[in-house]
């Protein structure tokens, strides 16, 4: 069973920075996809980034520039660099992990992130 745990969300002011982290445990051998999916109060939950088993990312047009996800295969691990944050931002932010063959979604926990205005 795979298990995802996410940590690094917090409260910050407009500008402001989060590095938020999503570290995968289970009987995984192979390198999936994954990405980082926000939800806010009263909204569909959506894909912010995205990052394939190659390495190709693809971001939801309101962080480009701002957000960078990145993975550490050797630390099981998954980034979210936030940098620039705006209150808009604020919201659950959830890691997932897509498998193929069978077709399965696998999420973290969520992580909360506020920027304060």
């Known amino acids: 069973q795979v298990q995802l745990v996410e940590s690094g969300g917090g409260l910050v002011q407009a500008g402001g920075s989060l590095r938020l982290s999503c570290v995968v445990s289970?009987?995984?051998?192979?390198?999936?996809?994954m990405g980082w999916f926000r939800q806010a109060p009263g909204k569909q939950r959506e894909p912010v980034a995205t990052?394939?088993?190659?390495?190709?990312?693809s971001y939801v047009d309101s962080v480009k520039g701002r957000f960078t996800i990145s993975r550490d295969n050797a630390k099981n691990t998954l980034y979210l660099q936030m940098n620039s944050l705006k209150p808009e931002d604020t919201s659950v932010y959830y890691c997932?992990?897509?498998?193929?063959?069978?077709?399965?979604?696998?999420w973290g926990q969520g992580t909360q992130v506020t920027v304060s205005s």
């Open positions: 990052i394939s088993s190659i390495g190709r990312t």
């Open positions: 289970g009987n995984i051998f192979e390198i999936y996809d």
């Open positions: 997932n992990l897509r498998r193929y063959h069978p077709f399965f979604d696998y």
